[in-house]
């Protein structure tokens, strides 16, 4: 297939307590390069190997969490078609437009609410600022990486109570599909579904939780396992909250490590995982198995890593 | 340096040190009795009711803390600094995982410590 339509996460908007400690963490722990900032304050970031001009928008709150995700589609009449059907889908609202350059460097964005209570947005255009190597005979990766340095934003993981309404929505709506679900009662009740635009194990998950707009999780894209390992150095000899991790997940095989930023949002980093084709079966998880979908080591549940959210 | 941290009436006790936060002198001492979460001031989940004693506090969420709250001297135990020793009352928690309701799945039934999330008592 060509990918066509929702490209991908293109950026994720966190509100943070203390701008200064979050920028020391997104910049120094975690490796994401500032690359602007605008006038109500918000600060912008990207990892070495994305090409737009910013991944992640930091904002001061007084509360954390995510304000919204922001999807890059393909082109203009994309955003266009797409912006009419979530107009005219009772799953979709508080639709609105928000013009271009308010966030800087950023095309148009439709805006809307799902079902879970998340907020999104769609945009075509973003200013194409280039990776750290560059695009003619490019080095591997770059000379001045820090921290972690993920080469992208990759996915979220979300919790909210309509999970049925904000899955229908990505796959009627948007185009994604489903790659792999937890199901409860025999099959009846799905309680967790993950989705995908692209080839990806996913590129957004929902949890069902009777909850609101709550963020679990923002994922930022390792090379390899050893670098997951190096990650869990880094958070030790920078006494970041640890979650959980090193470790590997059952659900999309990837392997991980959560910790928190000063704001208490959760973060991960990861590596592995798989290619996904449109032709590849749903994989489903049941309910009596949950431990080792979720971590496949120790394959226990953990109350914190399912209980804490923003 | 420091000071004594009593939870509850006759409950756990455990010194913190001199300029940490509540939790981390728990976590410092490998004690339990107040829930672990982000430990950022973001999740609310190691809320705590301070019933005796003088303390300061650093950034909290909004979202996990009203302002009657923490007129009652409720606080997350991540930013809480005791000035003198304290005795504490736990409010936050993290509910036991998998928890089931009628034509519901929960992972967990909610942390308490969030004040947009449902409360529930045991």
């Given at each position: 297939m060509a990918m066509t339509g929702v490209l991908r996460p293109g950026h994720i908007a966190l509100r943070v307590l203390d701008m200064d400690s979050a920028l020391q963490h997104y910049t120094e722990v975690l490796g994401l390069s500032e690359t602007g900032r605008d006038s109500q304050g918000r600060i912008y970031l990207k990892a070495?190997?994305?090409?737009?001009?910013?991944s992640v928008v930091l904002r001061q709150a007084d509360s954390a969490g995510m304000d919204y995700l922001g999807w890059k589609v393909d082109s203009d009449q994309t955003l266009e078609r797409l912006a009419a059907e979530l107009e005219a889908?009772?799953?979709?609202?508080e639709t609105s437009w928000i013009a271009a350059d308010e966030q800087p460097r950023c095309g148009r964005r439709f805006r809307f609410t799902v079902p879970t209570g998340h907020v999104m947005e769609l945009f075509a255009q973003k200013d194409i600022v280039g990776c750290?190597?560059?695009?003619?005979?490019?080095?591997?990766?770059?000379?001045?990486l820090r921290g972690m340095a993920p080469s992208r934003f990759d996915h979220c993981l979300l919790y909210g109570d309509d999970l049925d309404g904000s899955a229908k929505l990505f796959i009627d709506?948007?185009?994604?599909?489903?790659t792999e679900q937890i199901v409860a009662d025999g099959g009846k009740l799905q309680i967790a579904a993950f989705l995908a635009c692209?080839?990806?194990?996913?590129d957004v998950a929902f949890i069902r939780q009777?909850?609101?707009?709550?963020?679990h999780h923002a994922s930022f894209q390792l090379g390899s396992w050893n670098e997951v390992l190096r990650a869990a150095d880094i958070i030790s000899k920078r006494k970041v909250p640890l979650d959980l991790g090193p470790t590997r997940h059952g659900i999309t095989r990837g392997e991980t490590i959560y910790f928190f930023d000063p704001s208490g949002n959760r973060n991960e980093v990861f590596s592995g995982g798989y290619i996904w084709y449109p032709d590849k079966p749903t994989i489903t998880w049941t309910d009596d198995q949950l431990g080792p979908a979720i971590f496949?080591?120790?394959r226990k549940l953990n109350e914190a890593f399912l209980s804490v959210s923003t | 340096m420091g000071h004594a941290i009593t939870l509850g009436v006759g409950g756990p006790r455990f010194h913190c040190p001199e300029g940490q936060n509540v939790l981390q002198g728990m976590l410092l001492r490998g004690r339990s009795g107040i829930p672990v979460g982000c430990?950022?001031?973001?999740?609310?989940?190691c809320k705590v009711r301070v019933l005796d004693g003088r303390f300061s506090t650093g950034t909290m969420s909004a979202a996990c803390l009203s302002a009657d709250e923490r007129e009652a001297g409720v606080a997350l135990a991540c930013k809480l600094f005791p000035e003198t020793d304290l005795r504490l009352a736990v409010v936050g928690k993290i509910s036991r995982v998998l928890e089931r309701s009628p034509g519901l799945f929960l992972f967990?039934?909610?942390?308490?410590?969030?004040?947009d999330n449902p409360s529930r008592e045991e």
């Open positions: 070495w190997d994305e090409a737009d001009h910013h889908s009772p799953l979709a609202t750290a190597t560059g695009y003619q005979n490019p080095d591997p990766w770059p000379d001045d709506i948007l185009g994604f599909n489903l692209s080839n990806k194990a996913h009777p909850v609101k707009n709550r963020l496949y080591h120790d | 430990r950022g001031g973001g999740c609310g989940v967990y039934g909610g942390a308490a410590g969030a004040a």
